[in-house]
């Protein structure tokens, strides 16, 4: 992911989809993007703030906390872990027992570019821990726009041929697949850098 964001031109957008307490957007705003971080957990959304903060570059970000999703809605964040940083929290009606819940606001993604300057290209981080699908269809648009250059994706493989169809379709081609992290295949998702050729 750091290489990804390395490679992208300065002056272009990073939009830092589930940007948890923010390591990447640190990052692309260390590599002179202009940065957007979406995070919908309230203490992730908080140690990210701080996170900034700490390196003079809360003023560097557009910091949101909310979901990206279909449509405009208020839906439920289903908490398993409310730590900063924890991951599997999981957006709607997902059937399943949680510690907590909370309601939180969702917005298209194709409604969010749409508030940005469109003079530059732009690029994706998307790590959502399983909701890609619906953030996906809320870009529709934007996601067959060629101001969009390059998109890394955490894949669930239960879900990898739709999502590498949806992109192929949008004329973003997989450029890597990365199955391992540490030496250890990644047992139920894997990351693709798709770019548009």
Not at 71 to 96: E, H, P, Q, T, V
Not at 115 to 120: E, V, W, Y
């Amino acid at each position: 992911t750091v290489a990804f964001i390395e490679s992208c031109p300065p002056g272009s957008w990073f939009i830092d989809i589930g940007a948890s307490t923010g390591p990447y957007t640190l990052v692309a705003i260390a590599n002179n993007l202009n940065a957007v971080a979406i995070e919908p957990s309230f203490e992730s959304y908080r140690r990210l703030c701080r996170n900034l903060a700490i390196n003079q570059m809360l003023d560097k970000a557009i910091v949101l906390c909310l979901a990206l999703g279909r449509d405009f809605a208020l839906d439920w964040m289903n908490y398993f872990d409310i730590r900063a940083g924890a991951g599997s929290n999981r957006i709607g009606n997902i059937g399943k027992k949680t510690w907590h819940r909370q309601l939180v606001p969702i917005w298209p993604l194709d409604s969010l570019v749409q508030l940005l300057a469109q003079d530059a290209p732009f690029y994706i981080k998307l790590d959502v821990d399983g909701d890609e699908d619906a953030v996906l269809a809320g870009g529709n648009t934007f996601l067959h726009s060629e101001r969009l250059k390059g998109i890394i994706c955490e894949i669930p493989r239960k879900l990898e041929q739709s999502i590498i169809d949806r992109f192929a379709e949008c004329g973003l081609v997989l450029a890597a697949r990365y199955d391992q992290r540490a030496g250890q295949k990644i047992d139920e998702v894997w990351y693709g850098e798709f770019r548009r050729q």
